[in-house]
């Protein structure tokens, strides 16, 4: 088995004339280690499809596989667990606390889980991402780049499976954009973290191992770029 493998996934919102399609009949594998664009038109289901991958939104029906896990197979409570250590999302907004600084922004889903952060680990993590001397800052002291740097951080820093990203340069500019990118596929390759990362921009996909393109709920091409 794969280490993410996705089943006939289906998501319907509503019932009978007004039903929506979000994903229609869904199947697609990812190997450990691999970094995945998901692109396509708005409404194709992009998110929806992160959302349930990510634990945060159930199917209407078939199945997520994560590591030999059946994801929907769990309970709540385990489902809760699940989404804190073994996902890793990443929003196109932040989704900071903006009463805490850098560093506790990054550490706060490990305090959550009632597991203390690794000082050592920490200052390694703040200096992979370029936030050494902006440690202290709140976010409302950081710029946008920095933000979405200590947004993955917090994502990266409790060692997840799987690291889900929803347009996370979608708010930046080229530059910053180009760094966020540089320094996902630095992640991927030196943690072998697997990856999916939404985006509209053709650049950031032809960047990923695979690009997965979706239209009307359905996958209409899956292609390697051969980076």
Not at 154 to 174: C, K, M, Q, Y
Not at 199 to 208: F, G, R, S, V, Y
């Amino acid at each position: 088995m794969e280490f993410l493998q996705i089943e006939h996934l289906s998501k319907i919102y509503g019932k009978g004339d007004t039903a929506v399609h979000a994903l229609n009949d869904i199947s697609f594998t990812v190997p450990r280690g691999q970094m995945c664009a998901v692109i396509g038109p708005s409404g194709s289901g992009k998110s929806t499809l992160l959302h349930i991958l990510g634990g945060v939104d159930k199917p209407t029906s078939g199945k997520v596989w994560l590591d030999g896990q059946d994801v929907y197979a769990q309970s709540a409570k385990r489902l809760a667990i699940f989404r804190r250590r073994q996902v890793g999302l990443i929003y196109q907004f932040y989704n900071l606390i903006p009463v805490l600084n850098a560093e506790e922004n990054i550490t706060l889903p490990l305090i959550m889980d009632g597991r203390k952060p690794d000082r050592d680990e920490l200052l390694k993590m703040l200096d992979l991402l370029g936030l050494i001397e902006r440690r202290r800052h709140l976010p409302s002291q950081l710029s946008g780049g920095q933000q979405q740097r200590v947004s993955i951080g917090r994502a990266l820093f409790s060692s997840p499976a799987v690291i889900l990203a929803d347009e996370p340069t979608g708010n930046l500019d080229s530059q910053n954009s180009a760094e966020i990118i540089a320094l996902l596929r630095k992640s991927n390759r030196e943690f072998e973290q697997t990856m999916l990362i939404i985006t509209h921009d053709e650049n950031i996909a032809l960047q990923c191992d695979r690009i997965l393109a979706l239209a009307d709920g359905k996958i209409v091409s899956d292609s390697m770029t051969g980076v």
